[in-house]
């Protein structure tokens, strides 16, 4: 018998988060480790009267991949995959990792070659989500290598993971159309202003130019667990969009790399020097994937107070409440972003000690704490 809060999770996603109608054609993206989830994800999509198409492939297969791809493979654009973004309503991806580490031996060269081969496909997914003509949801399925990421048991890590999503509460749904109205009370403020500047006691000091930039409200739908009000910086802007140094507080974790003591130093919306104190040359490489790799898709703050500790995967340290994130690489268009990259990469900074956000010369957060009542934690 599977974990009834996987059922709970899964109805939470199929009728909540992509909201999956009758007649519907949707995707499902896993790892073969997340079967209960699968299982349960499969059941509720039936129930909603969807039609279901499975992508699953093992973690293995991206080292094998990487091992013994041509440069031609490496270039490949899966013709099936294109056809797939074209033609889905909506897509619903697992990560369920066995080994998070497992691409750490691989040349960083080829993850560009391929990340930048993938490009047109990330290109096409967010602007038919843009436009409303698709919805997509990521969620993750604990597994004992991410628990192990975590420093934490597996059964600490599903009470972890299940927490942070409100799977714990009698009626989640309920809890996060109340997370909704608290978040939008904060994007309703941000839309139309013209700069935030981020702070920290330990050197972060950067300005981000948001005029004429939307600010969306993240509250369920496309990542679960969520948590964050984001937008994109206006990178037309005579000042570049972004300026000034950001001294991440965490390792930054992409494509299984750990990547630490980050320190990017942002000139007219660029990086114009990256320093880390370990994988610095794949920071540097990965900064290079493309012409829109080096400049900042995403500005967000995390909102999710239920999260607050660090666990080495992205989808919940960049929801924890009191930090703010940005991504190098690609933007959403619906933002008003509009840099192209194969490359979407979120760090994140810690506001909780000592760190404030200034919005038009307003402190609206002070030690990770909102200034306002009403807003998510305050």
């Known amino acids: 018998m599977r974990d009834q809060r996987l059922d709970k999770l899964a109805q939470v996603i199929v009728q909540y988060s992509i909201g999956a109608k ?3 054609l949707v995707r499902l993206t896993s790892d073969p480790i997340a079967m209960p989830l699968i299982e349960a994800l499969y059941e509720q999509l039936i129930k909603a009267g969807a039609h279901v198409t ?3 492939a093992p973690d293995s297969f991206a080292e094998i991949f990487y091992e013994n791809a041509s440069p031609a493979q490496l270039k490949h654009v899966n013709p099936i995959a294109r056809y797939q973004a074209q033609k889905i309503d909506a897509s619903i991806g697992l990560w369920a990792a066995t080994n998070t580490k497992a691409l750490t031996g691989i040349d960083p060269k080829k993850q560009a070659i391929a990340g930048a081969a993938r490009k047109p496909l990330t290109k096409l997914f967010f602007n038919r989500a843009a436009k409303g003509e698709l919805s997509w949801c990521g969620t993750l399925f604990p597994t004992q290598a991410s628990a ?12 972890f993971v299940f927490a942070a999503g409100h ?3 009698a009626d989640p749904v309920a809890e996060w159309k109340k997370i909704d109205r608290q978040q939008q009370k904060v994007a309703d403020y941000l839309n139309g202003k013209k700069e935030v500047h981020f702070k920290t006691a330990s050197g972060t000091d950067l300005r981000v130019n948001v005029e004429g930039m939307t600010w969306i409200n993240c509250a369920g739908h496309e990542n679960f667990p969520d948590g964050e009000v984001f937008t994109g910086p206006n990178l037309k802007a005579k000042d570049g969009g972004v300026n000034g140094v950001v001294r991440y507080s965490f390792p930054a974790v992409h494509h299984g790399r750990e990547v630490h003591d980050i320190e990017l130093t942002f000139e007219k919306g660029r990086v114009a020097k990256a320093k880390a104190s370990k994988n610095e040359a794949f920071l540097k490489q990965m900064l290079k994937l493309d012409k829109g790799a080096s400049a900042v898709g995403e500005v967000a703050i995390g909102t999710n107070y239920n999260i607050q500790r660090y666990t080495k995967n992205t989808l919940f340290d960049e929801k924890i409440g009191g930090t703010f994130h940005l991504a190098v690489g690609a933007g959403y268009p619906e933002s008003g972003n509009t840099n192209e990259s194969g490359l979407h990469w979120d760090m994140v900074c810690d506001l909780r000690p000592g760190g404030t956000i200034t919005v038009d010369g307003k402190v609206i957060s002070k030690d990770g704490k ?3 009542k009403g807003w998510p934690g305050a």
């Open 370 to 372: 909102f200034t306002r």
């Open 167 to 169: 799977i714990d509460k």
């Open 148 to 159: 192990q990421d975590a420093e934490m048991s597996l059964r600490e890590y599903e009470d």
């Open 54 to 56: 499975f992508n699953c």
């Open 22 to 24: 009758k007649g519907q």
